[in-house]
């Protein structure tokens, strides 16, 4: 299983970003997909998931109204849609996948396969 996440860059405040979320070994419809970022000096956090079948969403709180979470299962990709960005947005962004399909958490423990991350950096 290999995650690729990719879509990170340097943004301005206030500006926007999708990161994508590209998967080989593993069909994502099929199970919970999150992101979770990390910036320098805090811990991993969670940002958001999405649930397989029903598809519905859950996001940390900071990011809610910002940010949207998205599947294409026929690409097999998922997408963060990051809009009104802000400096304390800035961190690494990874996703993630649990080994089988679990209850929707934002806790990084009960996800197994990650992506190598995408730096986000917001400039004030």
């Known amino acids: 299983v290999q995650l690729q996440a990719s879509g990170g860059g340097l943004v301005q405040s206030g500006g926007s970003l999708r990161l994508s979320c590209a998967a080989s070994?593993?069909?994502?419809?099929?199970?919970?997909v999150a992101w979770f970022r990390q910036a320098p000096g805090k811990e991993r956090e969670g940002v958001s998931c999405i649930n397989s079948g029903d598809g519905k969403a859950f996001y940390e709180e900071s990011v809610k109204g910002r940010f949207t979470i998205s599947r294409d299962n026929a690409k097999n990709m998922v997408y963060l849609q990051m809009n009104s960005l802000k400096p304390e947005d800035t961190a690494v962004y990874y996703c993630?996948?649990?080994?089988?399909?679990?209850?929707?958490?934002?806790?990084?423990?009960?996800?197994?396969?990650w992506g190598q991350g995408t730096l986000v950096t917001v400039s004030s």
């Open positions: 993630a996948t649990p080994r089988r399909n679990i209850i929707a958490t934002l806790l990084p423990e009960f996800y197994h396969y």
């Open positions: 070994g593993i069909t994502l419809e099929h199970y919970i």
